[in-house]
């Protein structure tokens, strides 16, 4: 198995552009994860999925953030308009109902000039 | 507010020594305790896990002890080797409510050839 694929794995951008991250989790897995990770805050959980369906998005900071399943092997996280405060690593992590083993994509490194 | 503490924030460890990290928690319903380790410019993965039906729980050249009625749970590296430098993440979830993993700050190890 390829594992979690992540797209772009690097992204610079300027501030007020429309930033779209992608994930594409594990084969069979039913929950997707996306964290932010920063030097001041750590990892941050921003929302989650379960079946396609988003269970909680109560640590997506702003509705600048948004973030789509459309279906089981692909997600969207979106961020418009952008701003330097959001610059940091995004995560997404997919992991198997019962096993609770969150298995990361490699990130993508976001950079808002 | 951070469920999980964790300490220290880094730590200097010559080869073959032993490396230790703490955490604690307050959370009395969280049953699920990994640890992640992070290499730089990678997401993290799962390096070992417990669960509080167990005191202490070791692989190879890790080991976690859990102290359930302090609500701590320590990570120790034995002969520390210069691959093992990395950042490490303790987390905690509650199984039975969702799978939503709660992440200590970090503690990055190096350990000294």
Redesign the interface.
Known sequence: DAG?IQSPRHEVTEMGQEVTLRCKPISGHD?LFWYRQTMMR??E?LI?FNNNVP??DSGMPEDRFSAKMPNASFSTLKIQPSEPRDSAVY?C?S?F?RE????????TRLLVL | QQQVKQSPQSLIVQKGGISIINCAYENTAFD?F?W?QQFP??????LI?IRPDVSEKKEGRFTISFNKSAKQFSLHIMDSQPGDSATY?CAA?D?SY????S????TTVTVRA
């Open positions: 979690v929950y750590g990892l959980l989650y269970i909680d995560f992590a992991s109902s609770e083993t969150q298995y990361f994509g490699p990130g | 699920y990994p992640y410019g990678k997401g993290p993965a799962l896990a993440f979830s199984g969702d799978y939503k993993l992440f200590g700050a970090g």
